[in-house]
């Protein structure tokens, strides 16, 4: 079946430190990729996605490559500020079938 | 545009007592899904369906019951609440799955926070 491997956390960073969170992924089908953002108290909503390989998806300066060699969807930030302070889901989507996630990673951003 | 909302937000139940967690989505989706997440853990499916009058079972269904009479409905039942139970629901939904779908993302509900005493 489809699975989500996810680093694990908590992430601690100070702020403006560069920030990756490994996902790696098996699916039985060519799935597409998605970054979900939680923050305190909230649903998710979706930060990034990616559908294709080598397609890079990005938003609010985050970034992640689908590498389909690798079976990969890193996130990474350049500089990550307080605000970013959340939990983060990597998740994968094979066609007619249901979402999967990972375990999440809980990211603080210290002033 | 109301996307997927859930009710109630916040419940506190008793041991033993049942109660039904509502989810509404208006955007027409034929997926729909129940979570389940755990202080500090990740999400859990409970249960999801691909279509009205279609369910099926998840990670962790044992404890719940749900239906799906229309495709904007989803109720996620409890019938004996158990400590176990206390959690943060949350109901999503998604496009179904054919190729004019690739890539498009589940939406969530904003979760409704159970504490079974």
């Known amino acids: 079946g489809d699975s989500v491997t996810q680093m694990e956390g908590p992430v601690t960073l100070s702020e403006e430190a560069f920030l990756t969170i490994n996902c790696t992924y098996t699916a039985t089908g060519y799935p597409s990729l998605f970054w979900y953002v939680q923050y305190p108290g909230e649903g998710l909503q979706l930060l990034l996605k990616?559908?294709?390989?080598?397609d890079k998806g990005s938003n609010k300066g985050f970034e992640a490559t689908y590498r389909k060699e690798t079976t990969s969807f890193h996130l990474e930030k350049g500089s990550v500020q307080v605000s970013d302070s959340a939990v983060y889901f990597c998740a994968l989507r094979v066609p007619a079938r249901q979402l999967t996630f990972g375990s999440g990673t809980q990211l603080t951003v210290l002033p | 545009n109301a996307g997927v909302t859930q009710t109630p937000k916040f419940r506190i139940l008793k041991i033993g007592q049942s109660m039904t967690l509502q989810c509404t989505q208006d955007?027409?989706?034929?997926?729909m899904y129940w979570y389940r997440q755990d202080p500090g853990m990740g999400l859990k499916l409970i249960y999801y369906s691909v279509g009205a009058g279609i369910t099926d079972k998840g990670e962790v269904p044992n404890g719940y019951n749900v239906s799906r009479s229309t495709t904007e409905d989803f109720p996620l039942r409890l019938e004996l609440a158990a400590p176990s139970q206390t959690s943060v629901y949350f109901c999503?939904?998604?496009?179904?799955?054919?190729?004019?779908?690739?890539?498009?993302?589940?939406?969530f509900g904003q979760g409704t926070r159970l504490t079974v005493v």
């Open positions: 955007m027409n989706h034929n997926y």
């Open positions: 999503a939904s998604s496009p179904s799955g054919g190729s004019d779908t690739v890539g498009t993302e589940a939406f």
């Open positions: 990616a559908t294709k390989a080598d």
